[in-house]
């Protein structure tokens, strides 16, 4: 099991606001980055550690972090959003990177 | 624009070694890190190693006994090698180029990635 822990399966209706969640010890100390995956596609960066989006990520995705836990929040989900995201950081020695089990985004 | 095309043998036999080839065109190796991922069939993400240009590196601690990372920055090039394989190193291996920051911390992110390599361990 991972130390960085995601909620496998998340479901929002169209237009509405979602938030996926990463749980984990490093979290107290540490930002996480979001990855964005689609089916058969290599995963896309949609949010990196400083809570920025890269050019071309549309702005209905921010990230936040509170405590122990890291947040990615899309505010009026799309169709296209429907996907994997996985969020990273450093585990709890805080010497190597590490990806949170994932949670598969449906759109309905 | 920048690319990542990972290149190397799509079948190895358990107990060989994995050698995979990662070129980066539309921009140069040097002052970047670098940084192999890999995802199982139907399974998550995995972060392998990451190395900077001038070779330090950073291994994945269930997996540094076996693996090893390097670049080549006369080919703008950088490889992996997974030995003793097993059924289980079945999986898309991906690279990616690794952002770095620091503030309080050191952070690492992956920006840019490969469209990833299938590599099937079997005999």
């Known amino acids: 099991s991972s130390e960085l822990t995601q909620d496998p399966v998340v479901s929002v209706a169209l237009g509405q606001t979602v938030r996926i969640t990463c749980q984990g010890d490093?979290?107290?100390?540490?930002?996480a980055s979001w990855y964005q995956q689609k089916p058969r596609q290599a995963p896309l960066l949609v949010i990196n550690?400083?809570?920025n989006r890269p050019s071309g990520i549309p702005d209905r995705f921010s990230g936040s972090s509170s405590g122990n836990t890291a947040s990615l929040t899309i505010t009026g989900a799309q169709a296209e959003d429907e996907a994997d995201y996985y969020c990273?950081?450093?585990?709890?020695?805080?010497?190597?990177?590490?990806f949170g089990g994932g949670t598969k985004l449906t759109v309905l | 624009q920048v690319q990542l095309q990972e290149s190397g043998p799509g079948l190895v036999k358990p107990s060989e070694t994995l050698s995979l080839t990662c070129t980066v065109s539309?921009?140069?190796?040097?002052?970047?890190?670098w940084s192999w991922i890999r995802q199982s069939p139907g399974k998550g993400l995995e972060w392998i190693a990451y190395?900077?240009?001038?070779?330090?590196?950073n291994y994945n601690p269930s997996l540094k006994s076996r693996v090893t990372m390097s670049v080549d920055t006369s080919k703008n090039q950088l490889s992996l090698k997974l030995s003793s394989v097993t059924a289980v190193d079945t999986a898309v291996y991906y690279c990616?180029?690794?952002?770095?920051?620091?503030?309080?911390?050191?952070?690492?992110?992956?920006?840019?990635w490969g469209q990833g390599t299938l590599v099937t361990v079997s005999s």
């Open positions: 190395i900077y240009y001038s070779g330090s590196t």
């Open positions: 539309g921009d140069s190796i040097s002052s970047y890190y």
């Open positions: 550690p400083k809570n």
């Open positions: 990616a180029r690794t952002g770095y920051y620091s503030d309080s911390s050191a952070y690492y992110f992956f920006d840019l």
């Open positions: 490093s979290l107290r100390k540490y930002y």
């Open positions: 990273n950081s450093w585990d709890s020695s805080g010497n190597h990177l590490v």
